[in-house]
């Protein structure tokens, strides 16, 4: 039987061997070059998830976007770099006719029952129901339509946007269908955001993301507890500099529950930008 | 000739063939379980900029700590994923015996002359001229007398420490032989900030960085200038849960430009916490 879930088709495997699992792009989910990163980084992760020899819980992912993935299939590669009692950690490869499209490595581990504390705050927010739902990204990436996208602030920036002085987004997220949220799923939504050079650049730019390293917070009790719900999230930026900048998210439950955070560094090409409203002046003046 | 600095002699590799490179563990480095592992960072960096296919500067890299590396030779064997017109992904590993001790991904890239811009900013701090010179990490790991710290917030725990409510240190460091930093010095920053559990647990406890990415903001130019002047640095924690926490850190030059952001999940035994103050009170009453 096929998944009818949007999410669940794209990420569907099939086992060739012990450490190989083989996928396909799906158009649902194509982004600006290739597939939306967000899918890919989740279908790395079922992998690993799928496989006999895996233990515990996802607790690290770095994925490097090295290539762009083309339709079609893909076949990713695994190998346990090394098992230990309470974790384990696991290489990938996604490969295109040999080609190395994207690597990625990954941690595993157990959760103990041990001291705990949340030092970080979740961004203040109205509740979701007093907020519209978006409808201008998924004009610019047809997924971003699969998704209830509500934002708090810095809004995908869509026809007739002004360059923003703060790259910082924060919004409501849950899945469309209300597909429970799983780690795939959490992976996915860590890369939720748009670039934040669209907002700095008054719209849409060439950019994508490199390298992109999440680490998930939560044990399977809190996914269970968070089900389908909405997911409070909040990104921003720290530098713009030599055609790259860092990208970091943390995402929340209503609850105050902090599920994941991620960091990523993305390409851009900052002469595509929006002229500012203070060049105008100057060339004007 | 030897190289007299103890950070150039720990990261000395010679070459074993054109894609394997053989190190050795300095006792100079040794922290709790093997060596620091940012001097670890540093080698595999050092191992990627050395190899002679490599392009451009450092951008990402994600290291995991996958088992300790025992005293004696070390192999780092390289392989360049992809290499893109602008950008180049290298997969290392780091080997003993033929046992996987350490894998990484790391991200190299040209640096581009277009828009740019820091969102972030420095944390708040007197300079450091007029801060005392830290000498409690060393008694703790003696790498640390290497380098000249001195804390602005959040000292490392010594003997006598409380436990922190806030696992936030802010510190001013240098090496103490005045060593000009390049990228391998960068990336060794980047780690050199205690566990962030000792703060919150008063004191050191088993802990230990699984996995660290660290994104270099700086191109060299940016390093000439800083020279063998003092970086600031600030890192803190967003969760301790499970038996694991994050910590990100930023490193920032007097000038205010941001060098470096790195995060690191570490595993920590919370069990072995200083029992808390009000602990003490419930007990007695």
């Not at 079922?46 to 770095?62: E, F, K, N, Q, Y």
């Not at 809004?155 to 007739?160: D, I, L, N, R």
């Not at 790259?167 to 799923?185: E, K, L, N, S, V």
């Not at 996915?188 to 730019?205: H, K, M, N, S, V």
Request: glycine share 8%; proline share 6%.
């Amino acid at each position: 039987m096929s998944p009818t879930h949007p999410f669940d088709a794209a990420i569907q495997l099939d086992v060739i061997d012990d450490n190989t699992f083989r996928g396909r792009t799906d158009p649902e989910w194509d982004s600006m070059v290739g597939p939306f990163g967000g899918i890919t980084v989740a279908a790395l992760l079922r992998a690993v998830a799928s496989h006999p020899a895996r233990i515990g819980d996802p607790v690290a992912l770095t994925v490097n976007f090295a290539a762009p993935i083309a339709k079609g299939d893909f076949d990713i590669s695994l190998r346990a770099a090394r098992t230990n009692h309470t974790n384990q950690h696991w290489i990938a490869e996604l490969r295109q006719d040999g080609d190395i499209k994207t690597t990625a490595t990954a941690l595993f581990g157990v959760h103990r029952d041990t001291w705990a504390d949340t030092e970080a705050r979740p961004p203040s927010a109205p509740p979701p129901e007093q907020l519209a739902r978006d409808s201008v990204q998924q004009d610019f990436v047809g997924w971003a339509r699969l998704y209830d996208l509500r934002f708090v602030e810095g809004a995908f920036p869509g026809e007739g946007a002004q360059r923003s002085s703060a790259a910082t987004t924060t919004m409501w997220m849950r899945d469309r269908a209300r597909r429970r949220i799983d780690y795939p799923a959490l992976a996915t939504l860590c890369d939720i955001f748009c670039p934040r050079a669209f907002l700095r650049c008054g719209g849409p730019i060439p950019a994508g993301t490199i390298s992109l390293t999440s680490y998930f917070h939560a044990d399977q009790a809190a996914l269970d507890a968070l089900g389908d719900g909405f997911v409070l999230g909040t990104a921003h930026a720290n530098r713009f500099f030599g055609g790259y900048f860092d990208q970091s998210a943390q995402l929340w439950t209503r609850d105050g529950v902090l599920l994941a955070s991620s960091h990523q560094i993305v390409y851009f090409k900052g002469d595509a930008c929006k002229p500012r409203e203070e060049d105008h002046v100057r060339q004007r003046s």
